[in-house]
């Protein structure tokens, strides 16, 4: 029943405010930034915005990430959280993230756009905790294989998660690989072979991995990626390789393991896109985006609620 929105800070241990990288360190995540949409560079119009919920979190990166909805008829949106008593109301057309308003309307118009520092991998459209989509800016993919590892043993202390393992390819050679989200100084990936690659590893609630371009075999019927950790052992035919994730579960919260396709290059750095959502009549209707980029960042919108 909250409403709230999405902020993202750095919790390094490193004494840089601001500016918290993780270096030799079991914590693995690059710290996290929160954009403010205020409407003037002073501490009022800060502090307005944030009650307001105006903001979007990013584990780090300094990208764009708009969030608007459109209303067919005119909505009334309220500037504080009408569960906590009586709000000054207006009506409204539009809405931006973090607005709590209500409607009759049987679906809203939701446009989504980011401009980012690194090609946008996927967009997630969520209604509270409903995944509606996955929006992927590419349509063709090509020899480029991604690894991906994360999530964490519990919520608390001591939840790390070893990821160390070794990735072994047949029928296909590694032309060549780039790492994701290593960011501990005494953590690698190591490419040891044309066809072997090994790293260490750890994840403590996000994620990290590798891409590996392949020669053009990668289609070969007979072509496999073996993959060996404490947690996953499996074995993937890469003929069978999409876009979408081939998941291997790894109990824990949201851990597991994820192999997929990508573009050998991806130019989309600008996307937007529109979607007609439809609406539930009961409770809220808590309207996200969640956004990853290719170089491991990832970014959230703080929700915009419709209310019947």
């Known amino acids: 029943g909250y409403r709230v929105g999405i902020v993202s800070n750095s919790d ?42 105006h903001n979007y979190g990013t584990t780090g990166c300094r990208a764009l990430l708009d969030v608007r909805a459109a209303f067919e008829a005119p909505a009334t949106r309220f500037r504080d959280d009408p569960n906590l008593g009586t709000s000054p109301s207006e009506n409204a057309s ?14 809203v118009t939701l446009t989504v756009e980011i401009v980012a520092p690194s090609p946008v991998e996927r967009i ?5 905790l ?31 998660t070893v990821w160390d393992g070794t ?17 501990n100084l005494d953590k690698r990936l190591v490419q040891h072979s044309p066809t072997g690659i090994a790293w260490q590893a750890l994840t403590t609630g996000g ?3 590798f891409d590996a371009w392949l020669d053009g ?29 081939a998941i291997f579960d790894a109990g ?15 130019a989309h750095r600008h996307v937007a896109l529109r979607r007609t959502i439809p609406l539930r009549k009961s409770g809220d209707n808590a309207l996200y985006a969640r956004a990853t980029l290719e170089n491991g960042h990832v970014l959230w919108s703080s929700p915009i609620y419709v209310f019947a």
């Open 207 to 209: 994620h990290g991995g």
């Open 217 to 245: 075999s990668a289609d070969d019927a007979g072509a496999t990626l073996a993959i060996d950790t404490a947690l996953v052992q499996c074995e993937v035919p890469l003929a069978t390789l999409t876009h979408e994730d």
């Open 12 to 53: 390094g241990h490193k004494g840089r405010p601001g500016a918290s990288y993780p270096g030799a360190s079991l914590f693995g995540a690059y710290g996290g930034l929160t954009c403010i949409l205020a409407e003037a560079l002073s501490r009022d119009a800060l502090l307005d915005a944030l009650r307001r919920r």
């Open 167 to 183: 990735a072994t390819f047949a029928g296909v050679r590694v032309e060549r690989t780039a790492p994701i989200n290593f960011y």
């Open 130 to 160: 409903e995944l509606l989509e996955t929006y992927r800016p590419f349509e063709a993919t090509g020899r480029r294989v991604r690894v991906v590892w994360e999530g964490s043993e519990y919520r608390g202390r001591g939840r790390e």
């Open 94 to 107: 539009q809405a931006m993230m973090g607005d709590i308003l209500r409607s009759d309307a049987q679906a």
């Open 252 to 266: 824990g919260l949201s851990r597991r393991l994820r192999v997929f396709r990508l573009p050998e290059e991806n």
């Open 124 to 128: 997630e459209l969520y209604n509270g």
